[in-house]
């Protein structure tokens, strides 16, 4: 059920019956449970425009909704505001919907759309390593999200699978004499390196990756032979981080760059036939007004090089008509590095005058900060190398076993390994998902493992507390009608029927923190419910109501967890 569209609804009735329909309600969790379970604001700009006492006015409102189906009581407080509390009856029937049905009481969007959502996409011919990993992740858990809500959502992995770094890698294999050998990752790894180091070095070397890249995008057959099999290589090392990490990216969700080779030429020409792409200095630029330098001047985007060679950019103008036009997008997400947001303000601004992105098509950044070492500074070994993501998760993964054991030394090995790999995954992709994206975060051990605060671990265990609460009950009514009474019961309750407004403003805004605190708020309620309100010790009507709180509370663990792409355990 969407609780906070129900209780909005009831109070626009009142606004109307105290004669101020139409004003905006602004409805806030109540600031502490001890005022109500929701607080209505809104009351005094509407007042203030009847120009009318706030205090009367609210009276009014108050008085226009107490005691329905929905709302129990309202009281007034302070100079406008109202403090409502929820009918328990209302509440316990709304539960016990949600119960009995498979998806919690979340219905799907009446919007539903196709989402193309572009996400990981690592540029390829080098080992994956952290800067991939927050894209990954945040990436997996909107696209999770949205397909929840009954969105069809198309993945797309964008790999930069055709850019230089490929022919300086021919380059220099023709150059080592190794054209012909067969390699696997860790020679790729080697030869990028190597590779690296000639063309920084030697502007001849440099020159002759450049023509290779020429070859291989002109379709050289020995070309791109040895580029298949870079790419092969690469794709299938990327797909074993993603199945490590539990992502739902799949070997047909990659639609590389490459892919978008033969339609360069035609986007060009069409920008220029349609007057926005005009030669400047041997090169065709679309000069967009909307961004200014500093100078005052529009800024230049850049769709094709002097010299006829393609960009970034030239591709992704391409890749916009693509997913609109062949896979039918109604919304794109774009989940990269907040560093690459002017890219692609000016690739929306350029597609839309293209017609490439019609108007009834929304186009979004999801952008996000840095992941960052304890000192500070962007995350790197101690010797100030990049740090390998499969380097990541093993270290991820031994330490919570680690953990596990020292917690729980009688578990036997393979059992502790189990919990030791899902809690280890767990806590590095949470840490990341519980944080707003849009900032930096700090990439701490200690704190991720932590059994205590807003961390995988403290929510995997909540799931396991609520797990043991049934492995002791027995049988019980699954169905009866339940009764709340406690505060904490209520409580519960309330937060409980926010599922679907979480996941609707996550669907909305591409922000998994939201379900993230949710859930840590849901574990947090619930524990302290566990201390006030005994589960199996309670008789009848009052330990059955109980059995169905844990039982909700466990199911939306569950599912909200595997929403953000977390594994839950019976035992840990
Ligand atoms: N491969 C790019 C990089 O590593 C990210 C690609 C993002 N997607 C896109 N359509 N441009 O920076």
Not at 121 to 138: C, D, F, Q, T, Y
Not at 167 to 173: D, E, H, K
Not at 539 to 556: C, F, H, M, P, Y
Request: hydrophobic share 45%; aromatic share 8%; charged share 25%.
């Amino acid at each position: 059920m969407n609780l906070h569209q129900t209780v909005v609804r009831e109070a626009e009735q009142a606004f109307a019956a105290a004669g101020i329909a139409g004003a905006p309600v602004v409805l806030q969790p109540a600031k502490s449970a001890d005022f109500g379970d929701f607080q209505i604001n809104g009351v005094m700009g509407a007042a203030k425009k009847a120009q009318q006492n706030p205090r009367e006015l609210a009276q009014k409102v108050a008085d226009a909704l107490a005691d329905n189906a929905v709302i129990q009581s309202a009281e007034v407080a302070g100079p406008g505001f109202i403090n409502l509390r929820l009918n328990p009856e209302f509440l316990a029937q709304n539960i016990q919907t949600a119960l009995a049905d498979p998806r919690l009481g979340v219905a799907e969007t009446a919007d539903k759309k196709t989402v193309v959502i572009d996400y990981s996409s690592p540029n390829l011919a080098k080992e994956m390593h952290v800067g991939h990993l927050r894209s990954s992740i945040i990436g997996d858990s909107i696209s999770r999200v949205l397909e929840f809500m009954g969105n069809t959502v198309i993945r797309q992995n964008h790999v930069g699978d055709w850019g230089t770094q490929f022919g300086m890698l021919v380059a220099y294999l023709v150059e080592q004499q190794q054209a012909d050998t067969e390699f696997k990752l860790s020679d790729l790894e080697q030869f990028y390196r190597a590779a690296k180091v000639r063309f920084d070095e030697d502007p001849a070397f440099a020159d002759t990756a450049r023509e290779y890249v020429v070859k291989l995008q002109g379709g050289d057959e020995k070309v791109l032979a040895l580029w298949k099999q870079f790419v092969e290589i690469s794709l299938s090392h990327a797909q074993a981080v993603y199945d490590t990490l539990g992502l739902k990216l799949t070997p047909a969700d990659v639609a590389g760059e490459s892919m978008y080779n033969d339609d360069l030429q035609a986007v060009v020409d069409d920008l220029t036939a349609k007057g926005l792409a005009v030669e400047d200095d041997g090169a065709k630029v679309v000069f967009l007004d909307e961004f200014k330098n500093k100078d005052g001047e529009a800024a230049a985007f850049i769709v094709q090089k002097k010299g006829g060679g393609f960009l970034y950019a030239s591709t992704d103008l391409a890749c916009v008509r693509y997913r609109v036009g062949k896979l039918g997008g109604q919304r794109l997400l774009y989940v990269v590095d907040h560093r690459q947001a002017l890219h692609f303000e000016q690739l929306f601004t350029t597609s839309r005058k293209a017609g490439y992105l019609p108007e009834n098509v929304e186009a979004q950044f999801i952008g996000f900060g840095t992941m960052m070492g304890k000192d500070g500074k962007p995350f790197k070994t101690r010797s100030g190398d990049t740090v390998k993501l499969v380097d990541l998760l093993d270290e991820a993964v031994e330490r919570a076993t680690a953990l596990v054991k020292s917690k729980n030394p009688d578990l036997a090995d393979d059992e502790a390994a189990n919990i030791g790999h899902t809690v280890g995954i767990a806590a590095v992709k949470y840490a990341d998902l519980s944080k707003n994206r849009t900032s930096d975060y700090v990439f701490d051990w200690d704190a991720m493992l932590s059994f205590e605060g807003n961390t995988a671990p403290y929510l995997q265990y909540a799931y396991t507390r609520v797990q043991s609460v049934f492995k002791k009950a027995g049988e019980w009514d699954t169905a009866a009608p339940l009764t709340l009474t406690e505060p904490l019961e209520k409580q519960l309750a309330v937060e409980l029927l926010k599922f679907e407004d979480v996941l609707n403003s996550v669907a909305d805004t591409a922000y998994p923190h939201y379900l993230a605190a949710y859930l840590y708020q849901v574990a947090t309620l619930f524990s302290r419910f566990y201390e006030a309100c005994p589960i199996l010790k309670a008789e009848g009507q009052v330990s059955n109501t109980r059995l169905q709180l844990a039982k909700l509370t466990g199911d939306i663990l569950q599912q909200g967890l595997d929403l953000l792409g977390i594994d839950t355990l019976d035992v840990m």
